[in-house]
């Protein structure tokens, strides 16, 4: 309990200390967020062992991502105490944002900090998430696998930016667009799809479509599944910016976040085609 206490405490010193000299909005639209939320991040990792006891997953080869993202999966204590990180999470990426003159807005991919929401003005500061599994128990004793995700400028420019984060899933305002409401008050909602834009390609989506024979992988999350699956196999073909794969194997969850690869029953070899930035390189 005390323990507890003292975390929360040292979480909300941190939290605080961003909340001062915020810098107003018109200055924050033309340079980076004045406060990180990626520092955020790191130092609510190092708050304590059991979350300094994880690793830095999914790192990403290819620009953007490599240049931009940033993905971290530890073993919680117990479930409750899962729960507690998540909640302290949420508040932190709000008082984050708010330090930022921004304000969150959830999409189907997961939770953005934006400058000017729902305007033609609106800017992306940083994206948001963190989820806990229960599955692979046996690896991970006492509670679930927790797993965080920030994507943030660092040193590009605005323009730059911008257009990273479109492709890596960021949907820009339009009358169309269609937001996520949260089931409850101060919660994030959990996203139903991975934060890549599938019109867009990016530096993985050239090589695949150029590089046949290679090891690639897709994430497919079905409605019904609660992690979903990955398929693993290599480039057959490719035509009008469809990949055509020969997938040989079926694995448990996301295997850029899962902690083993669990390969579950499926066919010796089925062709699956999609979009060429539907896949990433795994092999």
């Keep these: 309990m005390h323990v507890r206490q003292f975390q929360s405490s040292v979480l909300s010193l941190i939290t605080a200390l961003v909340l001062v000299g915020c810098s107003s909005t018109s200055e924050s639209f033309f340079s980076s967020s004045e406060y990180r939320f990626h520092d955020s991040a790191q130092s609510f990792i190092s708050l304590n062992k059991t979350r300094n006891n994880?690793?830095?997953?999914?790192?990403?080869?290819?620009?953007p991502k490599s240049a931009f993202s940033f993905t971290y999966r530890y073993c919680?204590?117990?479930?409750?105490?899962?729960?507690?990180?998540?909640?302290?999470?949420?508040?932190?990426?709000?008082?984050?944002?708010?330090?930022?003159?921004?304000?969150?807005?959830?999409?189907?991919?997961?939770?953005?900090?934006?400058?000017?929401?729902?305007?033609?003005?609106?800017?992306?500061?940083?994206?948001?998430k963190i989820s806990s599994t229960e599955l692979w128990a046996d690896l991970c004793l006492d509670g679930p696998f927790v797993t965080l995700k920030v994507i943030e400028n660092t040193e590009a420019s605005q323009?730059?930016?911008?257009?990273?984060?479109?492709?890596?899933?960021?949907?820009?305002?339009?009358?169309?667009?269609?937001?996520?409401?949260?089931?409850?008050?101060g919660q994030l909602p959990q996203p139903q799809k991975e934060p890549i834009a599938t019109e867009l390609w990016n530096e993985e989506s050239q090589y695949i479509y150029t590089n046949i024979g290679s090891v690639v992988c897709l994430y497919n999350r079905?409605?019904?599944?609660?992690?979903?699956?990955?398929?693993?196999?290599?480039?057959?073909?490719?035509?009008?910016g469809l990949v055509k794969v020969a997938a040989t194997a079926?694995?448990?969850?996301?295997?850029?976040?899962?902690?083993?690869?669990?390969?579950?029953?499926?066919?010796?070899?089925?062709?699956?085609?999609?979009?060429?930035?539907?896949?990433?390189?795994?092999?």
């Excluded at 994880?54 to 620009?63: E, H, N, Q, R, S």
């Excluded at 295997?255 to 990433?280: C, G, K, V």
């Design 222 to 240: 079905p409605e019904n599944s609660a992690i979903g699956y990955t398929y693993l196999g290599t480039v057959h073909s490719v035509d009008s």
């Design 159 to 185: 323009e730059e930016w911008y257009e990273a984060a479109k492709i890596l899933g960021y949907q820009p305002y339009s009358p169309y667009r269609k937001l996520v409401t949260p089931s409850e008050l």
């Design 76 to 128: 919680a204590d117990t479930p409750q105490s899962a729960s507690n990180d998540i909640q302290e999470f949420h508040q932190l990426a709000k008082r984050v944002c708010d330090a930022n003159v921004g304000q969150l807005i959830h999409q189907d991919t997961g939770t953005w900090c934006v400058y000017n929401p729902n305007t033609v003005d609106e800017r992306p500061i940083f994206y948001t």
């Design 54 to 63: 994880g690793a830095v997953v999914d790192k990403g080869l290819f620009y």
């Design 250 to 283: 079926k694995l448990r969850g996301d295997i850029r976040t899962a902690p083993i690869l669990e390969q579950l029953d499926w066919h010796r070899m089925a062709y699956i085609t999609a979009a060429a930035n539907s896949w990433f390189v795994c092999g």
